[in-house]
Each structure stands twice: as C-alpha cells, then as structure tokens.
Nanobody, 122 residues
Framework: QVQLVESGGGLVQAGDSLSLSCAAS????????LLWFRQAPGKEREFVAR????????IFAESVRGRFSASRDDAKNTMFLQMNSLIPEDTAVYYC???????????????WGQGAQVTVSS
C-alpha cells in the first residue's frame, strides 16, 4: 500500500506560477516513477508528466512542455511539479499517481493522490 499526499495548487492569473508536491508514504523496488495527471471539468483525466525516481528523468505532455518542470527529494519520497507561464487551459484538478501499468493511461494506475485544484484566470 502506498499513500500519496498532495499539496499546493490554488488560484492564480494567467502567466503566474504554481507548484505542487506529492509525498509518497513508501517506495519499493516496484516504484519506478511518479506521474501527474489532470482533469478539467467535463473532460477526461489526461497525462501531464512522468518522473523516474532513480534518474529524475521526466517526460512531459506536449501541452505543458517548456512551461512545467519536475524535481524530487529522494530523502522525503517527494516529487514536485513546478508550473510556470500558466494559462487558463491549465485549470484542472491535478493528481499524482504511482504504479501505473501504462503511463499514459490513468486507469492503469494503482495509487492516487487526493488531487489539488489549480485555477488560472485570464
């Protein structure tokens, strides 16, 4: 069992920045990466980023590439998602997830954070 606890998010204006964090209660040899998804009202949950614990290597969705970055604190089993140059289309509930069988598919993820609301006003 892995618990993911998110923090961060909020209400900002377009062009501003926000950061999210996701703390995992434990990590095992089966935990290769932590992923971020988001879900806007009336839309399906979509992939945002995937970061490998060991290397910190991150893959971003095209919609956020160049604006979002990721980092990690291994000692605290915590991942961070830094979101810059936010646009209204980034408005969504952001979720971190672990143990995802197919990383673009949220239905294959076993553990989820509670979600963090990000609202970007124009």
């Amino acid at each position: 069992q892995v618990q993911l606890v998110e923090s961060g998010g909020g209400l900002v204006q377009a062009g501003d920045s926000l950061s999210l964090s996701c703390a995992a209660s434990r990590r095992t040899s089966r935990d290769f990466a932590l992923l971020w998804f988001r879900q806007a009202p009336g839309k399906e949950r979509e992939f945002v980023a995937r970061t490998e614990w060991s290397s910190g290597s991150t893959i971003f969705a095209e919609s956020v590439r160049g604006r979002f970055s990721a980092s990690r604190d291994d000692a605290k089993n915590t991942m961070f998602l830094q979101m810059n140059s936010l646009i209204p289309e980034d408005t969504a509930v952001y979720y971190c997830a672990a143990r995802c069988g197919v990383w673009q598919l949220p239905k294959t993820c076993l553990y989820w954070g509670q979600g963090a609301q990000v609202t970007v006003s124009s």
